[in-house]
């Protein structure tokens, strides 16, 4: 295949990457946790985060279903568990303005929910599984790397938005946020279950 040819489907495959981890929609989550942290302090969250999304995205890249089937997990498994865990997180979002009662419990309260699953959630490893049965499996996992590279610059700007925002403007950011991330996680238990149900329909 020409070289042409190939850094074309690898951006393509980056791309589809990205868009299921969807970073983006993070990224005030994200902002909504710099309040009362120094930059270090920031970056090492940032950091940790990132490399447990990239251990987890990597994992499910080079063992696929495997793992899953091991365990008996489903995807819809992962979907309403995953699901149960993001409305607990925004439910404090929106009625304390945090993920956390203090910043350290905060920290440990964001770390989880955000590696998985909002950033590396049911669609972001079906892709990775998909993808590397389609294009192999290292060439998936490149692509995999470069994609949280990607999120690694986006997730380190929300400083920005937090200095545009202020303290107030953050925790407004936060509780609306919480709301969000509550109708994904309602999302998240109605497709598990509706999807299970559909699998008993046809036993």
């Not at 929910?113 to 972001?124: F, K, R, Y």
Request: proline share 3%; net charge positive.
């Amino acid at each position: 295949m020409e070289i042409p040819a190939v850094v074309g489907k690898f951006a393509t495959v980056v791309t589809g990457l990205v868009i299921v981890l969807d970073p983006l929609a993070i990224v005030p989550v994200m902002a909504g946790l710099t309040a009362g942290r120094d930059a270090r302090e920031w970056r090492r969250l940032v950091y940790r985060v990132i490399a447990g999304a990239t251990v987890l995205l990597l994992f499910f890249t080079v063992t696929g279903t495997w793992v899953l089937r091991l365990f008996g997990v489903t995807l819809n498994d992962l979907r309403i568990g995953g699901g149960l865990l993001l409305l607990l997180v925004a439910l404090r979002m929106v009625v304390e303005g945090r993920m956390g009662a203090s910043k350290e419990e905060d920290e440990r309260a964001a770390i989880v929910p955000l590696i998985s699953p909002l950033l590396v959630g049911p669609g972001a490893i079906t892709a990775a599984v998909v993808l590397a049965a389609i294009h192999g499996v290292w060439f998936t996992a490149l692509a995999a790397l470069v994609s949280m590279l990607i999120c690694l610059v986006l997730f380190l700007s929300t400083r920005v938005v937090q200095r545009v925002l202020g303290e107030s403007g953050t925790n407004l950011v936060t509780r609306v946020m919480g709301i969000l991330v509550a109708t994904i996680a309602v999302s998240y238990i109605r497709d598990g279950i509706f999807s299970s149900l559909k699998g008993f329909s046809r036993l």
